[in-house]
């Protein structure tokens, strides 16, 4: 079966990615532009460096243009947030980017995104998911490749500049170019490189890039930037005496970033620190967005400001929407991704890490410094974060066990309550809380903690592993 989660679809190539599986995909998006009559509006195909990726977006575009849809195809491997801005600029109906983002390179995956390039909800990927499961390869209209390529409802868009551009011109360029910083950029081998190095040095800032190769293997890691997957980054930083390095996932929509000091600064850092920017440095208004595994401290810069932060379920989809609804300044997520008010409805790597050069740049100091400041002035608190795998034959049982009967440990601090409307997520008096949630990705448990110190992070986020015997 086919199913798009939070993050889209994502299979392992050659088991559920298939060329077969592409097509389904592509003829149940073609129908559904049909049905809304919406297909002379076009569609954005990308995709990034993965085993396969180049080749399952023209599976794609073979279908589409087989319907009669025009396709604009990015023609080259390009970030995720691209798509996402192309859809919007182009007025397109819907967009498709072939990428499993920040997952193993066994896998690849299609993101969906809806008009105005934002992720696809869940009324529309539950729909999708339906319609999807229904079709069979006897339903595929497509044409030959050699056919496809030549169509005239095909446009290949070489260029990454309209975007690069629509980034440049959001930031404080002359701010930046001024304070003549050194970075060390990490891509992990994704798509980050043309687009971020081109921004940074255009702000005059001096560039290094490692791990900037084609590998589809990701250079033996997962393409997650984590603070255990950054030690090259950290080491290049330190041993180059650079202000700060940046790390992007696989497809650059998720960020990662180590400060002078060679220290690995959290999403949720990230996260504070540029709300807090935006807030006192540019002086904007407005409330914040977060999903329901990211941190409090959010609540408390808003707070500070007579503003509020909304609290939402995992998907970016939710943090989009909110923010629309809310006029929000800016949304995130501890895995780490953002976005900012007035860029697109979706997480970008390359704004986010642009928008914090520019922070550190405006403030004057070191971003171990600013990071110092932000604590002083709203406290800290620490998460631990866990994805434990399970078998299939597991996976019911703790389905009924968690979210059925609502079997929760004895975690010996007052509990002041509990919601079950994602996941769980038990909020403590103390400030603290716990979520349980299956991915939407991968074949996890995830367990998120945040506490007043990581000692007791660590110790609820155990004893929750050792009540469900997960390892």
């Given amino acids: 079966m086919i199913h798009f989660g939070t993050g889209g679809w994502r299979e392992i190539i050659g088991d559920g990615f298939t060329r077969g599986n592409v097509r389904l995909i592509a003829q149940a998006l073609a129908d559904r532009m049909h049905r809304e009559g919406v297909s002379d509006r076009g569609i954005v195909v ?26 604009t195809i990015i023609g080259r491997p390009a970030p995720t947030p691209m798509f996402m801005w192309t859809v919007r600029n182009l007025g397109c109906a819907y967009g498709i980017a072939v990428t ?9 995956g299609i993101k969906l ?22 079709l069979t390869g006897t339903d595929v209209k ?29 930031l404080d360029m002359e701010t930046i170019r001024h304070r003549h910083l050194h970075i060390v950029l990490d891509p992990m081998f994704g798509v980050a490189q043309t687009c971020l190095q081109t921004v940074l040095m255009t702000a005059r800032c001096q560039v290094d890039v490692i791990n900037d190769r084609h590998d589809a293997l990701f250079g033996g890691r997962v393409p997650s930037p984590t603070a255990s997957a950054l030690d090259g980054l950290r080491r290049a930083v330190i041993e180059q005496h650079a202000d700060l390095g940046i790390a992007t996932d696989g497809d650059a929509d998720r960020l990662g970033i180590i400060d002078d000091t060679g220290r690995y600064l959290h999403a949720n850092e990230i996260l504070v620190l540029l709300y807090h920017y935006l807030l006192t440095v540019k002086g904007w208004t407005g409330p914040a967005v977060r999903n329901m595994s990211t941190t409090h401290l959010l609540d408390r810069v808003a707070a500070a400001h007579g503003e509020e932060c909304y609290e939402v379920p995992v998907g970016f989809k939710h943090i989009s929407a909110k923010m629309a609804e809310t006029d929000a300044v800016i949304g995130g997520e501890s895995s780490g991704g953002l976005t900012v008010r007035g860029h697109i409805a979706g997480k970008d790597g390359i704004y986010a890490g642009s928008l914090l050069v520019e922070a550190v740049a405006a403030s004057g100091k070191r971003l171990s410094e600013l990071s110092a400041d932000i604590t002083a002035l709203y406290g800290r608190l620490d998460m631990v974060e866990r994805g434990y795998g399970f078998s299939a034959s ?54 998120f903690c945040e506490m007043p110190t990581e000692r007791e992070a660590e110790e609820i986020t155990a004893l929750v592993a050792d009540h469900y015997g997960l390892s």
Avoid: M
């Fill in 46 to 71: 990308g995709f990034d460096r993965r085993f396969l990726s180049q080749e399952a977006a023209w599976w794609a575009v073979e279908v589409f243009v087989g319907n009669g849809v025009p396709v």
């Fill in 100 to 108: 499993a983002s920040h997952n193993p390179a066994l896998y690849n």
């Fill in 113 to 134: 995104f809806t008009e105005g390039g934002r992720d696809a909800d869940i009324e529309v990927t539950d729909d999708f998911t339906v319609a999807v499961n229904a």
């Fill in 142 to 170: 497509s044409l030959e490749p050699e056919e496809a390529k030549a169509s005239s409802l095909v446009t290949v868009q070489p260029s990454l500049n309209w975007y690069i551009d629509s980034i440049i011109d959001q």
């Fill in 394 to 447: 597991r996976r019911e049982e703790l389905q009924q066990r968690i979210f059925t009967h609502h079997d929760l440990p004895a975690f010996g601090i007052d509990v002041e309550r509990v919601r079950w409307d994602d996941g769980c997520k038990v909020y403590f008096g103390n400030g603290g809380w716990v979520t349980i949630r299956f991915s939407g990705t991968e074949p996890l448990l995830r367990v």
